[in-house]
C-alpha cells in the first residue's frame, strides 16, 4: 500500500489562556480614627486581558499600624477553556496552588472604636472609586478581642471576561459539545489522494484514528478514495462527513466498519469496483455496525457489497438509518441480527439485491432476539433471490408504510425457520403499505405475503398485517396470503388480517391457512372488490 509524506493536520481550535499576570501595581489608603492609625492595603489588580482571570471585585484587609505591609495576591488556578485531556499542546493541563488564610489580631485601646472600612477594588473595566470619607469617631467602650479579616478566596472556576472575542468557544455542529474544542479536518490532510487509484487505505485509517469526541473528518465531494483493506471507525463521537466516495478494490476485505459509540455517518458513497461470488464474513459486509450505542447513518449511498450492503449486529442499540440508497448486493440489502435493538430505519432505498431487500433475522445462537426495531417507509424494488422484507425471528418489530416491488420469492415474509436456526417470532406490524409483483420466481411458491413457521418448537405469534394493497402477481402461484407451518407442532396463533385489498388473477387462492381458523381472524379482506369464500383451508 503507497503512502505519502504529509505535514501534520491543521487544526481550528479555540483554547483559552487563563493564566493571570504579576501584580501590576499598589494603592493605600490610610484613615485617620482617634489617635489610631488602621492601614488598609488594596490588593494589586492586574490588568485584564482576554486570556486572564477577573479577581473578585471587592475584598477586606485590615492590617495593624506596626505592619504597613503590603498584601499579596493568592495564586489563581487555572485551566484552558475547552481543551480535552491528552492535549499534547499541554494547555489543558491546571495548577492550583493553596495560600493559607490571613488572620491579623489589632489591639484596640478602651476608648476608640475599631471599625473594619471595606475598600472597593476596581476592575480593569471600572473607575477607581472616590476614598470614603474618615467616620466620625462614637464613644463606645471597645470589645477586648481581635478583629479577624476574612480571606480574599479566587474561584479558580471564573469564567473569561464576558464579550472578549477570543473567549467565545468553538462552533458547535449538531450533536456536539460547544464547550469542547472542535476540529474539521480533510483525510487528504493525512495524506489521501482522491484520484481513485492511489490506494488510500492508510491515509484514511490515519485520519479515522486521530479524531477526538466532536471532530468532523471530511472526505471530499467529487473525489474517490481508494480502499484496499477493511477500514475501522474506533473513536466515540466523531462525525465522518463530505460527500465523497470510499473505492474498496478487494472483495474479501472491503468491510467499512463503525465501531464505537455516537458515530455518525453522513453524505459519503461506499462503492466496490466488483465482485466474483457472495461472501459471508465480516470482512465482505460493505458497512458493517459492529456494536455499540447511538450509531447513525444518514444520506449514505452504499453500491455493490460482497456480502450485505449494511450489516447492524453484535447487540448495536439505540442506532438510526435514515435515507440510505442500497444496491448491487450480493446478500441483503440492509441486514439486523445479533441481537440488534432500539433501533430505527426511516425512508431506505433499497433495489437490485441478492436476498432480502431489509432483513430482521435473529439466530437461537445469538443469545437474544432483535427487538423493539422500526422501519419507516421503506422501498424495496428488485431482489434477485429473497424477499422483499421479513422478520426471520425477532419481536417488537414494525413496518409503516411500506412499498415492496419485484421481489424474487413473497414481498413480506414473517417466519421462524428451522432449517436455519433462528428464534420465534412476537408482536409484529406491518401497518399500510403496497405490494406489487412479488413471488416472480416460478420455482418458489411463497405468495405475495407468507407467515410462516419452520420449527417444532418455537411459535409464530401476535402478528397484524393491515391497510395493505396486493397486486400484479403472477397467476400461476398457488396463493396470494399464505398462513402455513411446516410441522404439526409448528404454532402460528394471535394473526389479524385487516383491510387487506387484493387485485388481479382469480387463479390463485386468495388465502391459504394450514391452521386452525381459531388461530387467526380477518376483517375486510377483499378480491377484486370482492369479499373471500371458504373452502377448507382455501379462501377465494
Partial sequence: MGTREHSSPRERVVHTDQTPSN????????????????????????????????????????????SPAVAQPYPVATQARGQVPGDPAGAGTSSTTQAPPTT???????????????????????????????????????????????????????????????TEPAPPYEGGDTDAAVRLYSVTEFGAVGNGVTDDTAALQ?????????????????????????????????????????????????????????VTLDDVTLRISGTSKRWDA??????????????????????????????????????????????????????????????????????????????????RGDGAPCTRIEVVSPRV??????????????????????????????????????????????????????????NADTTIDHGSVMLYNGTSDLAVEDVVISDINVSGYRGTM?????????????????ISLQSITITGDSRPAALVVNQPTSQFGMAGVTRNGGGLRQSGGYFR
Fill in 381 to 438: 424494488d428488485g431482489t434477485s433471490g429473497g424477499r422483499g422484507m421479513s422478520v426471520v425471528g425477532g419481536t417488537d418489530i414494525t413496518w409503516l408504510d411500506v412499498d415492496v416491488r419485484n421481489t424474487y420469492a413473497s414481498a413480506l415474509f414473517i417466519a421462524a425457520e428451522g432449517n436455519w436456526g433462528t428464534t420465534g417470532v412476537a408482536r409484529v406490524r406491518v401497518l399500510g403499505g403496497t405490494v406489487v409483483n412479488a
Fill in 104 to 166: 491579623v489580631e489589632v489591639p484596640v485601646p478602651a476608648a476608640v472604636p475599631t471599625p473594619v472600612v471595606p475598600v472597593t477594588v476596581p476592575t480593569a473595566a471600572q473607575p477607581a472609586p472616590a476614598p470614603a470619607p474618615a467616620p466620625d469617631p462614637v464613644p463606645a467602650p471597645a470589645p477586648e478581642q481581635p478583629v479577624v479579616v476574612d480571606p480574599v478566596v479566587v474561584d479558580p472556576g471564573t469564567p473569561p471576561v464576558s464579550g472578549d472575542p477570543t
Fill in 206 to 262: 490515519r485520519a479515522f484514528d486521530a479524531a477526538r469526541d466532536g471532530d468532523v473528518v471530511v472526505i471530499p465531494e467529487g473525489r474517490t478514495f481508494v480502499q484496499a483493506d477493511v477500514l475501522t471507525v474506533r473513536r466515540d463521537g466523531i462525525t465522518i462527513t463530505g460527500g465523497g466516495t470510499v473505492l474498496a478494490t478487494r472483495e474479501a476485505r472491503s468491510s467499512f466498519v463503525l465501531a464505537a459509540d455516537r
Fill in 478 to 494: 398457488s396463493r396470494v396470503l399464505g398462513l402455513i407451518a411446516n410441522t404439526p407442532a409448528g404454532v402460528i396463533r394471535n
Fill in 282 to 363: 465480516y470482512e465482505q459486509q460493505r458497512l458493517r455496525i459492529a456494536g455499540h450505542t447511538g450509531i447513525t447513518v444518514r444520506d449514505v449511498a452504499v453500491v455493490g457489497s460482497a456480502a450485505a450492503g449494511m450489516y447492524i449486529g453484535n447487540g448495536t442499540s439505540n442506532f438510526l438509518i435514515e435515507r440510505v440508497d442500497v444496491s448491487n448486493t450480493r446478500a441483503d440489502g440492509i441486514h439486523m441480527t445479533q441481537g440488534a435493538r432500539d433501533g430505527r430505519v426511516v425512508a431506505p432505498y433499497v433495489h437490485n439485491v441478492g436476498d432480502d431487500g431489509v432483513a430482521v433475522v435473529s439466530y
Fill in 23 to 66: 501584580v501590576a501595581g499598589r494603592r493605600r489608603r490610610r484613615i485617620l480614627i482617634g489617635a489610631t492609625l488602621v492601614v488598609l492595603v488594596g490588593a494589586g489588580v492586574p490588568s485584564l486581558t482576554s486570556s486572564q482571570t477577573r479577581l473578585p471585585e471587592t475584598g477586606v484587609v485590615s492590617m495593624p499600624p506596626s
